[in-house]
């Protein structure tokens, strides 16, 4: 694999035109308003932080973009690769091919325990294989192909045949990538990947999030609890607070007193392996 | 941390706490006490002062005639099929069924009004459904089975629901965030997260449907139970226990291997 800084060229789009906008998104759970307003832009070949403390709605807004939930009625609205995800509080009936080109990781994981690494790994084709073969798991030659080699190159290959709920976390995190990796997304939206890990399986898993997003030009939006991660691994960092946006910049900027601003005093708290001074 | 301050109690239950506690017991009792002459539980000491009639018909008991074995295991492997296809086709119906009750799966103006359909076909009794199919395709195994069939549906619709309410949503999203189908979300999602607790069900039904089966003998539907009441009918207490004791047996057997398959599976 050639390493290419911020992947190849895109053909159908502008060279910095947005892969993913988020316009004016609101969010209210109850009487909370989870997202106020939140407008974001990505572009193609980004690795993107999404940091705040809990309940900030870097969640929220990573399940809207996949329309694992629905947004606020209004002028709200979600675009991904130029088509609509949802808007005004619906999701689009196209969803499900949108979803294909966005490939979601999340803090637990979400494969299916019972099922074998390899079948969680191939279900990543579901939406763009034939729909009976789908429904029966006669998985075509290429999603066998796809998912053996995606296994491979995580170093999971050799828990291929095991139910996903006897390996590691890390291991199954890997493997929910190598999904996302079947599944050909162009997007990644990681929600929380390390955040039940140990500190080795969770570097590793930052390290794979990195490789792909500079040598196969995949656009990753990731939300983090440690501060050092995004630092270390992210270009660019948005930070959320009671629902708004209050920082986006590149992490270089972020310095003492956004960190302050937004976590407040005790914000050494956030990271794992020592804050700036 | 200094400890200055006292340490505080343990913690204690108010009256107004306990009260509901109080009413839920209290009511069992005065229910209990209610239902005690309708039930007849004044007779309870007949089972003593009576014993005469029952060293009686335990003599036939106790010496069960095996004469006619055969027969009898002839006709219970009858009723075990009966139960076998019953349940098969209770499953085959209980499946969609138990899908579309799930309130976290399916929208609310289905899963309601088929929750209600459910309760229907539960709360009609198996003899009644039996009588029903006697009539529709005449006396024999096939009414049986329909009436199993029909009753076993309802109940195992609702327990299949009640695992899938219960399930974890995440792989669900997993799966739905690959741009899969509704259906392949239950496919891949729900089903593997069930299929233990659903075996389970099923097994244990066929294991019941076995007994049942017996029952639907008394209105004609053949198999093992119509031998049963027609040797009780006959006060043939000796083959009576004979018939009993191959029931015991078959739905031993049944026990043991839907055990092993469940220990498979799980």
Redesign the interface.
Known sequence: MKPGYYGKAPKTLMPDAAVLSIRNVSKTFGQRRALDGVSLEATKGEMIALIGPSGSGKSTLLRSISALQTIDAGPGEIVAFGGPVQKDGRIDSNVRKTRTRIGMIFQQFNLVGRLSLFTNVALGSLGRINFWQAALGLWPAETKQSAMSALHRFGVSDYATQRANTLSGGQQQRGAIARALVQKAKIILADEPVASLDPVSARRVMEILRELNKNDGLTVLVTLHQVDYALRYCDRVVALKAGKVVYDGPSGGLKREQLIDIYGPEFEDVFWEGAPT | MSVSSAVPPAPKRSLAQRAPDLVLWGGLIVLLAIAFRPAELSKFPLLFTNSGNMQELGRGFIKPDFTQWRLYVSMMWLTVQMALWGTTIAILAAAPLGLLASRNITPAFIQIPVRRFLDIVRSVPDLVIGMIFLVAVGPGPFAGVMALAIGTSGVLAKLFSEAVESIDR??V?????????K??EI???VI??V??LWTSYALYRFESNSRSATVLGLIGAGGIGQVLFDSLNAFAYSNTAAIVVVIIVAVSLIDMLSQAIRSRLL
């Open positions: 995440g792989p999203e997993g799966v739905r965030a690959t741009g899969g189908h259906l392949h496919v891949w999602g593997p997260q299929a233990p």
